[in-house]
């Protein structure tokens, strides 16, 4: 993270909603299209042209050399899989975490499938790391600072016996994917309380919440994050507005 965090307008928000609800609209038809016997490839060519359609370029195609639209993390796969040849089964839970820019803004949001009939065990998991970032969402105000919201994930997750990801983290996201600050899904002692939040910040709540442990490790492919013991891991991320009062979720 470079830089500083950027404050947003009014009219800048007005542009960030407008992304954000690209973001989203393509996550529901995502949703509405994976099935058994779908490739992750077929899911990313729906989600570009349904990007570029709406005059939005999909944020995350080339960044730092990423060579698809969208990222689609199957099982134990926690974020950043490569969209290929990969037919999603049975049982699987299947993470989307898509990107849209427009007008110079990006709106970033993740969404955990589940691909037929999902063992309860790991159905749990996914619905958890949902309310995981409800629970972050109630600290996203002006008043609190960026370490309340990863505490209140990290309590809701490990409250389950969840191990929190710690490799990687959310973020601010503005004209850039990635702006400062960084927010953590846990309490980073390093970090002290963080920045405070101000209205007019933007940030993207994300855990990263695995069955076993929290411990990853990433593939020769130089992208894909997995669980370190194999066991399935969910993702949930909204791309979030600061305010004088109730935090505005931009992809949601
Ligand atoms: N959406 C991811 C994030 O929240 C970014 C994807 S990385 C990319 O940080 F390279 F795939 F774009
Ligand atoms: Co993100």
Known sequence: MIGRITLKSEADLAKMKA????????????????TV???????????????????????????????????????QQVVHGIPGKYKLRDGDILSIDVGAKLEGFHGDAARTLLIGNVPEEVQ????????????????????????DIGAAVQKHAEAHGYGVVRDLVGHGIGREMHEPPDVPNFVDRRMGRGAPLVPGMVIAIEPMINLGTWEVVQLQDGWTIETRDGRPSAHYENTVAITEGEPVLLTL
């Open 19 to 34: 992304a954000g609800n690209i973001v989203k609209e393509t996550l529901e038809l995502l949703s509405s299209q994976a």
């Open 37 to 75: 016997g779908m490739t992750t490839e077929e899911l990313d060519r729906i989600a570009e042209a349904y990007i570029r359609e709406q005059g939005a370029y999909p944020s995350f195609l080339h960044y730092n050399g990423y060579p698809k639209s969208i990222c689609a993390s199957v099982n």
């Open 124 to 147: 749990k998991l996914v619905a958890v790391t949902r309310e995981c970032f409800f629970e972050g969402l109630k600290f996203a105000r002006a008043g609190y600072h960026i370490a």
